[in-house]
């Protein structure tokens, strides 16, 4: 939505619509004023354009402009609102970070990452896919037999987890955003086992509603470009930490650590977020823990984790951008052990053998609705791979996941 206001701007010279007293408003201004803007900076005067005034609101709500007028410190619209029609017209300068930009939510593999202003809702689903094949140890891979090799009588060879996660998001201010997630996950892990393997072959499976997060985002640090806020939030023990195999050749039996739907544990969340925003592109970074407070019920706690991720996004029209991210992540073996497993028949019950590092980039696209009945709602899909991976295995490595989300703010 470039579209011509040079007519705006020249009845906005006019002293007819100068105005000492108008608060700053967000608009979005043309590239064709933008010389005439950077005139006004050189000079040193000070543009307050009165949009109230009837005359630039005929040109505005007319022909022109599609415009957005925000309040005080020149917050962007809503999610959804009149995006990219936010610049500031003050002294040639743009102003207002863009939360309704399509950029301004990050990859959609990415969460926690934006707040919202106050009164605003979001409801967020997302579907998240990973497929995990074969195995490692440090940072080279194991054959099927190898691992056997080792001493292993099962084998996992690989296993995919769904997570299907409903969110939702409400700011009671502009400081404050509430965070709950509610996940839905599926796992399924296939197996060899036997002397020579293939003798037997087996998937274990189990799903259920996993560990429910709620999180506090605190907004510390927002000016024209850039924004700075921190996650407070606790993960609860909600998931199943009991689930069994039904037709495993050991019987039924309790499935190893990663079969396992939720933590058992009430964790700690933190995080920080940072971005920055250019005038097509932006910026962003996250660091995130998850640290366990205590051992669950079956004596164990899963390893702490530390994450850290960064991004770019271009947007390439109002409603979409892409992104490329970098997603490295760390974590622990598992403190304590489930009395029930025993870590010499699989090294997925080995709690020993849990921890790792992995570095992913990814790819994504964000779609944004600026019209119609669908305005307001967004899409977004990430997918990508490990570059790196290093694992205290055998233990399965990952080969690729994708996540493919739908947001919407009121
Ligand atoms: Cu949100």
């Known amino acids: 939505m470039r579209l011509n206001i040079a007519p705006l701007f020249l009845l906005a010279c006019s002293s007819t619509f100068w105005s000492a007293s108008a608060s700053p408003t967000s608009v979005k201004v043309g590239s064709q004023v933008q010389a005439a803007l950077d005139l006004i900076d050189a000079t040193d005067a000070e543009l307050r354009l009165d949009l109230n005034s009837p005359e630039v609101q005929s040109i505005v709500t007319g022909q022109y402009v599609n415009l957005y007028m925000a309040e005080g410190e020149g917050d962007g ?21 863009h939360t309704g930009r399509v950029d301004a939510h990050a990859p959609i593999g990415v969460m926690g990452e934006h707040v919202h202003k106050s009164g605003e809702i979001m409801l967020s689903y997302r579907f998240m896919f990973m497929q995990m094949d074969g195995n490692r140890s440090g940072d080279s891979q194991l054959s099927d037999q190898a691992v056997r ?10 296993m995919t987890m769904e997570m299907h996660m409903f969110g939702m998001m409400y700011a009671p201010t502009d400081d404050v955003t509430l965070m709950l997630m509610i996940p839905y996950v599926r796992l399924a892990m296939d197996h060899k086992a036997g002397a020579t393997l293939g003798d037997v072959v087996f998937t274990t499976e189990s799903e259920g509603i996993g ?10 640090y927002r000016d024209d470009h850039r924004q700075f806020h921190v996650n407070v939030g606790l993960s609860l023990p909600t998931g199943n930490i009991n689930e069994r195999g039904r037709a495993t050749p050991p019987g039924n039996v309790v499935l190893p650590y990663p079969m396992q739907i939720g933590s ?3 964790d700690l969340l933190l995080a920080g977020t940072y971005v920055v925003q250019f005038d097509k592109c932006s910026v962003g970074t996250q660091a995130n823990g998850v640290v366990r407070l205590h051992e669950n019920y079956r004596d164990y706690s899963l390893g702490n984790r530390f994450a850290w991720t960064g991004w770019f996004q271009y947007e390439w029209l109002e ?3 892409s992104s490329v991210r970098f997603d490295y992540q760390l974590w622990g073996n598992i403190d304590g052990a489930d009395p029930d497993l025993n870590p010499a028949m699989v090294p997925t019950a080995d709690p020993n053998r849990r921890g790792g590092q992995r570095l992913d980039l990814l790819f994504g696209l964000n779609w944004m609705f600026t019209d119609g009945c669908l305005k307001g709602h967004r899409i977004a899909v990430e997918g990508g791979f490990p570059i790196w991976q290093k694992l205290e295995g055998p233990q399965l490595e990952v080969d690729w996941l994708i996540t493919i989300g739908w947001q919407f703010a009121f």
């Open 77 to 97: 619209p809503a999610d959804g609102a009149e995006t990219g029609a936010e610049r500031m017209i003050k002294a040639g300068h743009t102003h207002g970070f």
């Open 149 to 158: 090799d080792s001493g292993f009588v099962v084998v996992p060879t690989d």
């Open 319 to 321: 409603q979409l951008s």
């Open 211 to 220: 560990d429910v997060k709620v999180s506090s985002l605190i907004k510390l």
């Open 264 to 266: 058992g544990t009430v």
